[in-house]
């Protein structure tokens, strides 16, 4: 996959990936009938055997990506953090995955794109109220 959406279709499902976190929207099957392509069709069946949820990224998934790939998508995965995207436990396992793998040394557009997620991230962080969560004393 080379493009921006089928990733984060693979790491965070179709819900989430469509803005639909938590199944808030229930999707009713329709009955309408599409017809597609053959090459829209093969476009599209690598999409079926994603779960809702998105895959997890274990350890398995991680030692299968090479660098360019880990690069490709920590940066998909921080250009829709950065466009007000929900930081979800599903997105933030897929960061903390990816960057478990990333060696050193990293390119300076590997880290302005951290640099914009760590900005983004501070942000989501600062506007947590801080009585929601209780801190516990040694």
Not at 12 to 22: F, K, L, S, T
Not at 62 to 88: K, P
């Amino acid at each position: 996959m080379k493009d921006r959406t089928g990733w984060h279709v693979f790491c965070v499902g179709q819900d989430e990936a469509r803005g639909n976190v938590g199944s808030y929207f229930e999707d009713e099957p329709s009955e309408v009938v599409v017809v597609v392509s053959e090459k829209q069709e093969a476009a599209a069946a690598w999409q079926t055997g994603i779960p809702a949820k998105g895959h997890e990224p274990s350890v398995e998934l991680m030692l299968q990506l090479d660098q360019v790939m880990i690069r490709r998508i920590l940066s998909h995965l921080a250009h829709y953090a950065q466009q007000g995207w929900s930081v979800s436990v599903q997105r933030t396992a897929w960061l903390y995955g990816l960057l478990s793998r990333l060696e050193r040394p990293i390119h300076r557009d590997d880290a302005a794109t951290l640099f914009g997620l760590l900005k983004c991230l501070t942000q989501n962080r600062s506007k947590l109220d801080p009585s929601n969560y209780q801190s516990e004393e040694l």
